[in-house]
T-cell receptor, first 114, second 114 residues
């Protein structure tokens, strides 16, 4: 019974394409996140939504647009993909946006842009 | 700037050896600290966390970490590692506030030889 799931697990695409990654959590959490893990394994926060409202928006190109249709889903759409977007993208959720809350992570989506 | 750093990038140990992974943070004031682990093929999951109180925190699978405020450190320890501890270990810090934002260290790859 997966708590935080992401689709797809792997995504290989050409430069310039538009792609989406979906994330769903069945934990009843209010807050969801997107992280990017680069080739050096650094995990960096990109976005955070609390009850469908954006609360963290780090310095991320406008080509990245998160969408939260409801509090159980947070999708990531990427326009005009570039080589530098190749990374592993992790979705996470927590009970709320309190910084003491444990975050639960999805399995990651490995994106390769050719 | 707030940061979390892990100095050991790749550690190789034999079974039954003792483990200590370093983590340093740079925050002023209140900070929450976490260790997450990612076993091969699995999700990132919480190992242990520190908010306040006893600076020695015990987590799952025999791991513990000690918060030393004067050294800005939160090192992870285990007295005797097992082959199943082979994984990626990430230290993370949560700055004060209600955004849930976590800042991760670069991660340490632990390889335990049977």
């Amino acid at each position: 019974d997966t708590a935080v799931s992401q689709t797809p697990k792997y995504l290989v695409t050409q430069m310039g394409n538009d792609k989406s990654i979906k994330c769903e959590q069945n934990l009843g959490h209010d807050t969801m996140y997107w992280y990017k893990q680069d080739s050096k394994k650094f995990l960096k926060i990109m976005f955070s939504y609390n009850n469908k409202e954006l609360i963290i928006n780090e310095t991320v190109p406008n080509r990245f647009s998160p969408k939260s249709p409801d509090k159980a889903h947070l999708n990531l759409h990427i326009n005009s993909l570039e080589l530098g977007d190749s990374a592993v993208y992790f979705c996470a959720s927590s009970q709320d946006a309190d910084y003491q809350e444990t975050q639960y992570f999805g399995p990651g989506t490995r994106l390769l842009v050719l | 700037a707030q940061s979390v750093s892990q100095h050991n990038h790749h550690v190789i140990l034999s079974e039954a050896a003792s483990l200590e992974l370093g983590c340093n943070y740079s925050y002023g004031g209140t900070v929450n600290l976490f260790w997450y682990v990612q076993y091969p093929g699995q999700h990132l999951q919480l190992l242990l966390k520190y908010f306040s109180g006893d600076p020695l925190v015990k987590g799952i699978k025999g791991f513990e970490a000690e918060f030393i405020k004067s050294k800005f450190s939160f090192n992870l320890r285990k007295p005797s590692v097992q082959w199943s501890d082979t994984a990626e270990y990430f230290c993370a810090g949560g700055p004060p506030g209600n955004t849930g934002k976590l800042i991760f260290g670069q991660g340490t790859t632990l390889q335990v030889k049977p």
